[in-house]
C-alpha cells in the first residue's frame, strides 16, 4: 500500500466498517505489531465529494481492503473572499 492509494473499507476488511468508508492513504505503519494478514494504516477519511473529512489510523484485514479504479482527485480549497475586479462601472465578480 502506498501513499495517496485510494481504497475502501467494509465488514471484509474489519467488523469496524459496518457503514464502508473510503480512505485516501497516507502511510502504511509496518512498526505496529499485528496478526498475520492484517495492518495498520495511516489515511484521511473521504467523503463522497472525495474531501477529506478525518484523519484516522485504521487497523484493516489486508484481504479485506478493496481499491478503488478511479480515485477521485482533492480538490482544492475555495478561497474565503472573492476577487473583485472593476472595469468602469461594471462591477464584475
Do not use: C, N
Not at 495517496?4 to 497516507?26: E, Y
Amino acid at each position: 500500500m502506498r501513499a495517496g492509494d485510494v481504497i475502501r473499507l467494509t465488514t471484509a476488511a474489519s467488523v469496524q466498517f459496518l457503514r464502508p468508508v473510503t480512505v485516501r492513504v497516507i502511510r502504511e505503519l509496518p512498526d505496529r505489531h499485528t496478526y498475520d494478514g492484517w495492518l495498520w494504516i495511516d489515511g484521511y477519511e473521504l467523503s463522497a465529494a472525495g474531501d477529506a473529512v478525518a484523519r484516522r489510523e485504521l487497523f484493516v484485514m489486508r484481504d479485506g481492503v478493496r481499491w478503488e479504479a478511479h480515485p477521485s482527485a482533492p480538490r482544492k480549497p475555495r478561497s474565503a473572499h472573492r476577487q473583485v475586479i472593476r472595469r468602469g462601472s461594471v462591477r464584475v465578480g
